[in-house]
């Protein structure tokens, strides 16, 4: 395959492969993943959304100043994410494939917002970054499912109060979710891959690092081309993630990688 770099897989001693080793993979995958299905950044070259800054749209500043441009952002992105264009890819299908093969304990870390994981047939599907299709109250801090439209007179199921809603969303400025969950499972992985992202917004950027502090661990990193973290990584492969990941998933089951 163009672009990837070739590896020289051990067998066992009759020449068969190795089945996987692995105990505990972690899979961290970034914006690359669901591009490749369709998913606009909604944002231009100049980091803008209908010439609005990115943190007039994603920040509590933003959302205090304007809630109804917050609000009318997120519910066009929740109806571009279910059109019948945008649909899982190849390598959310064989991250699947993975997690219902292999013996062992897969994670699927996410930064993306989407359901494209979970739609493909993931589970427990770890959002660090919210959920588009959900809703939190202000006031309780429940989260509901909501496929459809927020706005400022939207009533919270919860408190029965209109304008309580927020998106489920991390925004620039806040912590991301289930950061004491994801460590602990970077240091007990044996597999750490990145999957489609830059690496290079924090604590995301850790991920490699912490993962080499648990266990021996080979981390490998796949993306269309090189990261500015790229050199922290044992191994990297280039490509599409719909390409190479269902490669490197065979390539796993089947003690070669």
């Not at 047939?121 to 459809?148: A, N, P, W, Y």
Request: hydrophobic fraction near 40%; aromatic fraction near 8%.
């Amino acid at each position: 395959m163009a672009g990837q770099r070739i590896l020289f897989w051990p067998c066992n001693k009759q020449g068969a492969p190795m089945a996987s080793h692995y105990k505990n993979i972690v899979i961290l995958t970034g914006a690359g993943i669901s591009a490749e299905s369709g998913i606009s950044t909604f944002r231009d070259s100049n980091g803008l959304w209908e010439n609005h800054d990115v943190m007039e749209v994603a920040s509590p500043q933003g959302f205090s100043a304007n809630p109804s441009l917050v609000y009318r952002f997120y519910n066009e992105r929740k109806k571009q994410l279910q059109s019948i264009e945008v649909k899982p890819n190849l390598a959310h299908e064989a991250l699947v494939e993975l997690q219902s093969k292999l013996p062992g304990n897969v994670t699927i870390v996410t930064q993306n917002v989407d359901d494209l994981h979970e739609r493909s047939g993931s589970r427990d599907v770890i959002h660090m970054h919210g959920e588009l299709l959900k809703s939190r109250c202000l006031k309780t801090e429940q989260i509901f499912k909501t496929l459809g439209d927020i706005d400022e007179l939207s009533i919270c199921e919860c408190c029965q109060t209109p304008g309580n809603l927020r998106p489920h969303i991390v925004w620039f400025g806040e912590i991301p979710m289930f950061m004491n969950q994801i460590e602990s499972l970077l240091h007990e992985a044996d597999l750490f891959l990145s999957i489609g992202t830059s690496g290079q917004v924090y604590p995301a950027s850790m991920f490699v690092q912490i993962a080499k502090l648990g266990n021996e661990c080979k981390t490998v990193e796949v993306n269309v081309e090189e990261t500015a973290v790229s050199w922290n990584f044992d191994e990297k492969v280039q490509g599409p993630a719909g390409e190479t990941v269902p490669v490197i998933v065979e390539n796993i089951l089947k003690g070669h990688f």
